[in-house]
Nanobody, 120 residues
Framework: QVQVVESGGGSVQAGGSLRLSCAASGIVFRFNDMNWYRQAPGKQRELVAG???????NYANSVKGRFSISRDNAKNTVYLQMNGLKPEDTAVYYC??????????????WGQGTQVSVSS
């Protein structure tokens, strides 16, 4: 059974920092691309940052230079370090594990989300 569990959310003031963690089990973690998405009230879910199985990273323009994604394959965990937080970063943050199978079949697993609230 696949489990994806986020932790580390909370409430901070603008300019503060948080570190989100996402632990995955039931998958071969090192073969999966790992992503962080977020969804603010009344808005669509958006990709915040991603890290491929090979370690390449990508970021939404809105978080470049402030957020950093990393992974520890030995711990089956991906992290999102968030610095310089802004009120507009307030959202529920979701972890996603993604893999493309040998026949181009797609697999996606999601966590339940963790709330991040940034006050001005």
């Amino acid at each position: 059974q696949v489990q994806v569990v986020e932790s580390g959310g909370g409430s901070v003031q603008a300019g503060g920092s948080l570190r989100l963690s996402c632990a995955a089990s039931g998958i071969v973690f090192r073969f999966n691309d790992m992503n962080w998405y977020r969804q603010a009230p009344g808005k669509q879910r958006e990709l915040v940052a991603g890290i491929t199985s090979g370690g390449s990273t990508n970021y939404a323009n809105s978080v470049k230079g402030r957020f950093s994604i990393s992974r520890d394959n030995a711990k089956n965990t991906v992290y999102l370090q968030m610095n310089g937080l802004k009120p507009e970063d307030t959202a529920v943050y979701y972890c996603n594990a993604h893999r493309t199978g040998p026949f181009s079949d797609e697999y996606d697993y999601w966590g339940q989300g963790t709330q991040v609230s940034v006050s001005s």
